[in-house]
């Protein structure tokens, strides 16, 4: 396994299931970022995990909830979705110091019906 | 408010041509410039990233940065029609700080017709 992987790639789910999105870095990177992105607009940032800590929260709903047990994992908890957050959620890792450049994971596709 | 202002194009080039992306940032103290491409469907690939003022190349790729116009551009030369993909440029305006946070662009859609 090299870079950031994501699991699962796509998820079709209820508005009243709970699922969750897993992200892994292999990059020994210490901050991990979850982004939303819609059809046509530009990357959100959603959730920013710093020494796993989290240090940025941008007013995301609620039924949004991340978890970072670790420096390498990174998950999205998702809970009574509605359809407008069908998009791509990408995961993203760096370094806190030095070079900021940040390494995106595949995405997982996510349609609420 | 940080702010990363891209042409949302498209911008069409032939094959062979040179493209060129632009950026303008808001944050003058922004330290860290980088592009990245999307193809469709896709997660964003970083292709080069810029620190100091000048140019930097990397093969068909060219990073400009200028601080002093808070501007940063990337040259495609002997544009493929597999260079056909949202480009998206990202800056960290903190700088040497602990947090690697990046604002991004909307992103510029580029078509390499053959």
């Known amino acids: 396994e090299t870079g950031v992987t994501q699991t699962p790639r796509h998820l079709v789910m209820g508005m009243t299931n709970k699922k969750s999105l897993k992200c892994e870095q292999h990059?020994?990177?210490?901050?991990m970022y979850w982004y939303k992105q819609s059809a046509k607009k530009p990357l959100e940032l959603m959730f920013v995990?710093?020494?796993?800590?989290?240090?940025e929260n941008n007013s995301v709903p609620s039924r949004f909830s991340p978890e970072c047990p670790n420096s390498s994992h990174l998950f999205l908890h998702l809970h009574t979705l509605q359809p407008e957050d069908s998009a791509l959620y990408l995961c993203?890792?760096?370094?806190?110091?030095?070079?900021?450049?940040?390494?995106f994971g595949p995405g997982t596709r996510l349609t609420v019906t | 408010q940080k702010e990363v202002e891209q042409n949302s194009g498209p911008l069409s080039v032939p094959e062979g041509a040179i493209a060129s992306l632009n950026c303008t940032y808001s944050?003058?103290?922004?330290?860290?410039f980088f592009w990245y491409r999307q193809y469709s469907g896709k997660s964003p690939e970083l292709i080069m990233f810029?620190?100091?003022?000048g140019d930097k190349e990397d093969g068909r790729f060219t990073a400009q940065l200028n601080k002093a116009s808070q501007y940063v551009s990337l040259l495609i030369r002997d544009s493929q029609p597999s260079d056909s993909a949202t480009y998206l440029c990202?800056?960290?305006?903190?700088?040497?700080?602990?947090?690697?946070?990046?604002?991004f662009g909307r992103g510029t859609q580029l078509t390499v017709w053959p």
């Open positions: 993203a890792s760096s370094q806190v110091t030095g070079s900021h450049e940040q390494y």
């Open positions: 990059l020994g990177h210490n901050a």
């Open positions: 995990y710093s020494l796993e800590e989290r240090v």
């Open positions: 944050d003058r103290g922004s330290q860290s």
């Open positions: 810029i620190y100091s003022n």
């Open positions: 990202a800056v960290n305006p903190l700088g040497g700080s602990t947090l690697g946070r990046l604002y």
